[in-house]
């Protein structure tokens, strides 16, 4: 059981836009601690796709989006690609115990 | 740009201990802070702690008991070592870093290293 909540799944068809969710609480992303995104392809390590809530680091498409609000945030992909078709992970720090890092357990994009 | 390096035994035997190194190459290891991460198969990321070039360190709570993280100034380089390890402790591990200069908690982290998989089995 992840400390941040995300669905499973989501899927979309080339073109379109899907949203993925990312649920804490007050001792983390309600904190208010940053959220921070990452974009996992097979076979490869994480790629940071956003930090700092919204911000995309260089070289980043702007198809990639977040928002936060309260405990939850949001990434959204628009104009979904192929190559889009990941599994896409939230972090934040939790300040529970001795504080620390937690990830989202996960969000598989399909992209049909 | 920094760039990171790891590597370290593929296979373990339940009960001894994981060892994996990460090499830091295009800048030092000041400025960051340096992490572990693994992904067990079917499952998530997880993180397991950082450490700084000074050595400072903060683990995952549940895991705390069995890890030990530390840096080699001299050489560039950091270190992981899991204790007690069973089959739970199969994954792919990487090494990563979080800038670590202003807002501690704005950074992701935007350097990873390739993964290094372990097994471990008798």
């Known amino acids: 059981q992840s400390v941040l909540t995300q669905p499973p799944s989501v899927s979309g068809a080339p073109g379109q836009r899907v949203t993925i969710s990312c649920t804490g609480s007050?001792?983390?992303?309600?904190?208010?601690?940053?959220v921070h995104w990452y974009q996992h392809l097979p076979g490869k390590a994480p790629k940071l796709i956003i930090q700092?809530?919204?911000s995309r680091p260089s070289g980043v498409p702007d198809r990639f989006s977040a928002s936060r609000s309260g405990t939850s945030a949001s990434l959204a992909i628009t104009g979904l690609q192929a190559e889009d078709e990941a599994v896409y992970y939230c972090?934040?720090?939790?300040?529970?115990?001795?504080?620390?890092?937690?990830f989202g357990g996960g969000t598989k994009l399909t992209v049909l | 740009q920094v760039q990171v390096q790891q590597w370290g035994a593929g296979l373990s035997k339940p009960s001894e201990t994981l060892s994996l190194t990460c090499a830091v190459s295009?800048?030092?290891?000041?400025?960051?802070?340096w992490n572990w991460i693994r992904r067990s198969p079917g499952k998530g990321l997880e993180w397991i702690g950082e450490?700084?070039?000074?050595?400072?360190?903060?683990?995952n709570p549940s895991l705390k008991s069995r890890v030990t993280m530390s840096v080699d100034t001299s050489k560039n380089s950091l270190s992981l070592n899991l204790q007690s390890v069973t089959a739970a402790d199969t994954a792919v591990y990487y090494c990563?870093?979080?800038f670590g200069r202003g807002r501690y908690y704005y950074y992701g982290m935007d350097v990873w290293g390739q993964g290094t998989t372990v097994t471990v089995s008798s």
């Open positions: 972090e934040s720090f939790d300040n529970s115990l001795s504080g620390f890092w937690v």
């Open positions: 700092g809530d919204t």
């Open positions: 450490i700084n070039h000074s050595g400072t360190t903060n683990y």
């Open positions: 990563a870093a979080r």
């Open positions: 295009g800048g030092s290891l000041s400025g960051y802070y």
């Open positions: 007050r001792s983390n992303i309600g904190a208010p601690y940053d």
